[in-house]
């Protein structure tokens, strides 16, 4: 029995050996790009308490739209989450007003031909351009990746994100940048083909806060990071609500199997009192004779 359980340990530990060595080789790059060492920041959504700070979303938000959104997409969204709970939160009346900016192919029409409108809540954030090949041709062969799951997507997550738009240096000396290329230590390899997005005072906040480089990359990175997990907070209260209900389940089933083990306890006990006294009867029977009643 012993053996058998040794040999099952070593399997498995060996199978957590085989699942390590090809976690490491097979994403070399993730790995590499996990070990940089981003800016932290105390972001308010981490953890399992974790919430998005309203006026942050708000912010960033223009922030994407006043300077982002002219290169880079977020199709997953729709004008509608901008009202939803755990988002920036705007009033309907201001997400529409922010919708009708945007016109919307839809169609045919009773004629069988398509025809422009002004977006509805119901409508995905317009695209700025309608296929990749026109965003990459617009971008110097580049093509601008869609925000929608970028925070998510990039190893570091919010740091990535927010190291990223501060990580605009010089270029060292003796390294190489072509034309339209510029020097950013967070990026792998140091090169990207973006020019730095933020300049202090660049755009100007509704609710007057001052947009500093800093403010302005931490409010947008906290968009985006609410756009790859819109319902990020309602996720922390059900993992909340899970890890409670598993305690309290755990503790009901070892109160029941103290109580079903208790049971058995006593009947052992029991048995025990039983062949101790039929032991103890042999015994003297053996000794005094076969009749326990003749003893004397």
């Not at 994403?27 to 790009?33: C, K, L």
């Not at 309907?92 to 977006?119: H, L």
């Not at 909340?240 to 103290?258: D, H, M, R």
Request: proline share 4%; glycine share 6%; charged share 25%.
């Amino acid at each position: 029995m012993k053996e058998k359980t040794l040999d099952h340990l070593n399997n498995f530990i060996n199978k957590i050996l085989i699942i390590t060595f090809l976690s490491v080789t097979a994403f070399p790059a993730f790995s590499e790009e996990k070990n940089v060492n981003f800016i932290e920041n105390k972001w308010s959504f981490d953890g399992i308490f974790g919430t998005f700070d309203r006026a942050s979303l708000q912010r960033g938000f223009q922030v994407y739209q006043e300077v982002c959104s002219g290169c880079h997409s977020v199709k997953h969204l729709s004008y509608r989450n901008l009202i939803e709970k755990g988002g920036p939160e705007f009033s309907e009346d201001q997400a529409k007003a922010i919708a009708k900016q945007f016109e919307v192919t839809d169609g045919p029409n009773s004629e069988g031909e398509m025809f422009n409108r002004p977006a509805k809540l119901s409508d995905k954030f317009v695209k700025p351009y309608p296929n990749v090949e026109a965003s990459t041709a617009a971008n110097g062969g580049a093509y601008p990746p869609d925000m929608s799951v970028l925070a998510k997507a990039r190893a570091g997550g919010a740091d990535y994100i927010y190291s990223l738009l501060l990580g605009y240096e010089e270029a060292p000396e003796g390294f190489d940048l072509d034309d339209g290329v510029y020097y950013n230590k967070y990026m792998p390899g140091q090169k990207i083909k973006m020019s730095s997005p933020l300049d202090d005072g660049l755009i100007e906040y509704s609710d007057g806060t001052e947009t500093t480089v800093e403010q302005m990359a931490k409010d947008v990175t906290a968009f985006l990071v609410w756009s790859s997990e819109p319902h990020l907070e309602a996720q922390h209260k059900m993992g909340f609500k899970t890890i409670i209900y598993l305690v309290i389940l755990l503790t009901l089933v070892y109160l029941s199997k103290q109580k079903v083990w208790a049971r058995f306890s006593k009947k052992k006990d029991s048995k025990n009192e039983e062949d101790a006294f039929d032991k103890v009867e042999e015994i003297v029977t053996q000794y005094e004779g076969e009749d326990p009643k003749t003893f004397k």
